[in-house]
């Protein structure tokens, strides 16, 4: 503790612990427990073979540990060597945001008698890893462990959805349907909390609300979904709104320009709202972390709603949640799992400009803005982690190495950081909704950021692997 006070971070331990029934499993216990309470990397070597005495046997069981997380072990009884790497800032950053630690760091006497020997170590060329950088940091990869997460996931989103329509004692939820992804989480969140509160389905009111850009594909879906569940479905066209509108504040209807497209999102929100208002409902939000991150939002649009449910939730996240609902109903309800398979094959869009001639979407985000893969990870190395923009671009070329060049890469990475830090004033006034994981970027959660911050020192240290 004293030495992980002082400033150290990589802690080695010489031990001569006997090896017996168990004792592997209890030290690797302890070296976790110890690793991430310190934010620390431990490297533990233990007596081997040939050093056996009389009574006792030693194994030579030797760990690497960071951070709470085992990341080489060698086997028992062999003299294999063990090695890896250790990200030093990552522990870094994690003892910067640990309240306790600071604390601790704080009434501790780090002056305390060490000793600190300095030694050189340039490094002129570009290593390479040894760890696996995963593609998408929010889910584990293992399938069963996925599973977990989203059955976890969709009870904290539930849970959270009943405790506030208890407290305001509401009955009955509005969802603005689109046959996307992220209404469609909203609605199955929406369901499985009627569920728990013992309500009726039919007082979920999902409502689809074409218009310009709508396709028969998403909107079948929403309908199909909502009747899956017994919901109350309607369809409102608000396509005469819209156009009343842009006679109102004189737009011309060809003019496909921004506010071509917000007018139609915020028409869809006033709708709800106001439908709400009239039925006594609770307007059940659909945008998730991923918009959010990147200001991908209409302001006082999509962007604003009673509850959002997914504010928490990245959208490569999302994905496996609906995919596990999928999964879960497959044999009961293949009609439904169909359904929801076809929502997870249809392109992410915001559905506001016109289709293509054969009736399919024209406009779709991730041509735009970028993957949605690409930008969850940048999101998780950057808020969850606060690495910086050149060491998240590294750690992206090995993660997604054979399926985005260096240029494209840089490219969206660059756009992240750009909208990340200029959109900050849509999330200063996003609405309640619950904390799902490590990244929430609520103004009364995790992120405190002023809505003016300045890109141009972030977009310099990215710059810089280009140098």
Same mark, same amino acid.
């Given at each position: ?92 950053? *994690?003892?910067?945001?640990? #309240?306790?630690?600071?604390?601790? !760091?704080?009434?501790?006497?780090? =002056?305390? $008698?060490?000793?600190? @020997? ?116 309607? *369809?409102?066209?608000?396509? #005469?709104?819209?156009?009343?509108? !842009?006679?109102?504040?004189?737009? =011309?209807? $060809?003019?496909?320009? @921004? ?127 606060? !690495? ?62 002023p809505s003016d911050a300045a890109t141009k020192v972030w977009l310099d240290e990215l710059r810089s692997?280009?140098?």
């Open positions: 503790m004293d030495f992980a006070l002082a400033g150290c971070q990589i802690l080695a331990t010489l031990s001569s612990r006997p090896y017996i029934v168990g004792s592997t499993e209890k030290t690797a216990t302890l070296l976790s427990a110890q690793s991430k309470k310190l934010h620390a990397a431990y490297i533990y070597a233990n007596a081997g073979i040939g050093e056996s005495t009389t009574d006792l046997v030693f194994a030579g069981t030797n760990f690497i540990y960071e951070n709470g997380k085992k990341l080489s072990e060698s086997r028992p009884f062999s003299d294999e060597a063990i090695y890896t790497d250790l990200d030093l800032k990552l522990l870094s950053g *994690e003892r910067l945001r640990d #309240d306790a630690w600071r604390t601790d !760091f704080a009434n501790s006497a780090t =002056d305390s $008698d060490f000793d600190i @020997v300095t030694f050189p170590m340039d490094l002129n060329e570009e290593l390479s890893l040894i760890r696996k950088v995963p593609k998408n940091p929010f889910a584990p990869e293992d399938p069963k462990e996925i599973a977990e997460r989203c059955e976890q996931i969709l009870t904290i989103q539930a849970m959270s959805l009943v405790t506030r329509m208890n407290h305001i004692h509401s009955k009955k939820v509005i969802v603005g349907l689109s046959g996307g992804l992220d209404s469609t989480l909203a609605f199955l969140v929406s369901a499985r909390a009627f569920d728990i509160m013992g309500l009726p389905k039919s007082d979920i009111h999902a409502i689809t609300m074409p218009c310009f850009g709508t396709t028969s594909r998403t909107k079948n879906n929403s309908i199909e979904l909502a009747k899956a569940y017994g919901a109350k479905i309607d *369809e409102i066209s608000i396509k #005469d709104s819209v156009i009343q509108h !842009f006679k109102d504040i004189g737009h =011309d209807i $060809d003019n496909h320009n @921004v506010a071509y497209e917000n007018a139609q999102a915020r028409e869809r929100t006033q709708l709800l709202m106001d439908l709400g208002n009239d039925e006594g409902s609770l307007v059940v939000g659909t945008g998730d972390l991923s918009e959010l991150a990147l200001g991908w939002a209409t302001y006082n649009g999509d962007h604003m709603s009673m509850y959002a449910v997914n504010g928490s939730v990245p959208k490569t996240l999302i994905r496996h949640v609906v995919a596990y609902e999928a999964d879960r109903v497959e044999k009961t309800q293949p009609e439904l799992s169909a359904v929801l398979r076809d929502i997870l094959a249809t392109p992410v869009s915001p559905e506001l400009l016109p289709p293509t001639e054969n009736g399919t979407i024209s406009q779709k985000t991730e041509d735009l803005v970028g993957p949605y893969e690409l930008h969850d990870f940048f999101l998780y190395y950057f808020v969850r982690l606060g !690495f910086a923009p050149s060491k998240i671009y590294r750690l992206a070329k090995v993660a997604f190495s054979g399926e985005y060049d260096d240029d494209t890469i840089y490219k969206w990475e660059e756009k992240f950081i750009t909208r990340f830090l200029t959109q900050q004033f849509k999330r200063s006034c996003m609405p309640d909704g619950p904390k799902v994981g490590s990244v929430d970027l609520s103004p009364r959660g995790d992120l405190k950021m692997v280009r140098e």
